[in-house]
C-alpha cells in the first residue's frame, strides 16, 4: 500500500472580520478527505466568543452571542481541534483570513501558530485565481462552475462551507491523483480502489463495475448542463 494522504479542508465563522481588532471565532467546520475521497469524519464546533457579534457578521451568518453563550471557549476545545488537524494539508478558501484569526486565538493561549501544528496550508482561493483568472472564484461562483450543488446555502456556516469546498476542491484538482490499484484494497461494494503505491498494470483481478442506468442519466444531465453553460454541443457527446 501507498503512503496514506490525509487532507482537511476547514472554515471558520467569526464575530467580525478583523482579528487584530479582538474579534474571535465563534464556529469551525472541518471535513476530512483520506486519498482524495470524504470520509465524513468531521469536526464541528460552535464557541463562546466571550463577546458580542458585529451586525454585519451576523448577518451572514445568522448567529449572535445570545446563541453562543453556553458553548465552550476556544480554549476548552483547542486540544479537540489540534488533534483533529495535527499532520494534515489543511485547505482554506482565502487562507490568510481564517489563518489569521486562528493564529489569534493560538497566540491568547501560548499555543504558536496553526501552522506549525499541521504539515501545510492550502489557499484554494489562490487555486482558483490561478486556474479561472479574470473570473469569479468565491465559493458560490466555483460551485456554479463546478456544478457542486448548493441551493440550500442561504446562510454561511462553517461545515456546509468546508463540505462544498471539498468538492470544490475536488473538482478543481481533478486528474492529479494517482491510478494505480492496489491488489488488495477494496471498495465497499467489493471493486478494486486507487493505491497510491505503484503497483503493476494491469493489476490482476480488477474488477470492472458498469455504470447503472441512473449513473448514466446523471451523466447524461451533466453533459447537457455543461452545453448548456457554454452554449456550445460538444461532439463526444453527440
Not at 487532507?7 to 471535513?31: F, M, N, Y
Not at 450543488?149 to 462544498?164: Q, V, W
Not at 486528474?175 to 494505480?180: A, L
Request: charged share 25%.
Amino acid at each position: 500500500m501507498g503512503e496514506v494522504t490525509r487532507q482537511v479542508v476547514l472554515d471558520t465563522e467569526t464575530t467580525g472580520l478583523e482579528a487584530s481588532k479582538g474579534h474571535r471565532i465563534i464556529e469551525i467546520g472541518c471535513v476530512e478527505m483520506v486519498n482524495r475521497r470524504i470520509t465524513r469524519n468531521n469536526l464541528h464546533l460552535y464557541i463562546n466568543p466571550e463577546r458580542e457579534v458585529d451586525e454585519g457578521a451576523a448577518a451572514v451568518h445568522g448567529m449572535t452571542w445570545d446563541d453562543l453563550r453556553d458553548k465552550p471557549t476556544f480554549a476548552q476545545i483547542v486540544d479537540q481541534f489540534l488533534d483533529f488537524c495535527r499532520g494534515a494539508e489543511i485547505i482554506i478558501h482565502n487562507a490568510s483570513f481564517d489563518t489569521g484569526f486562528l493564529d489569534a486565538e493560538l497566540a491568547r493561549l501560548g499555543r504558536g501558530t496553526f501552522a506549525s501544528h499541521v504539515a501545510c496550508v492550502t489557499d484554494s482561493l489562490a487555486m482558483a485565481r490561478e486556474r479561472y483568472p479574470g473570473k469569479r472564484n468565491n465559493l458560490d461562483a466555483l460551485c456554479e462552475r463546478l456544478m457542486v450543488p448548493n441551493k440550500h446555502r442561504t446562510l454561511h456556516g462553517a461545515l456546509l462551507d468546508s463540505e462544498l469546498l471539498a468538492e470544490v476542491y475536488l473538482g478543481m484538482t481533478r486528474g492529479q491523483g494517482s491510478f494505480d490499484i492496489g491488489s488488495s484494497a477494496e471498495d465497499d461494494e467489493g471493486g478494486a480502489v486507487a493505491d497510491a503505491g505503484g503497483g503493476r498494470w494491469p493489476p490482476t483481478g480488477l474488477r470492472v463495475r458498469l455504470a447503472t442506468d441512473a449513473e448514466r442519466q446523471l451523466h447524461e444531465q451533466g453533459l447537457v448542463a455543461l452545453e448548456k453553460q457554454f452554449k456550445s454541443s460538444m461532439r463526444w457527446h453527440h
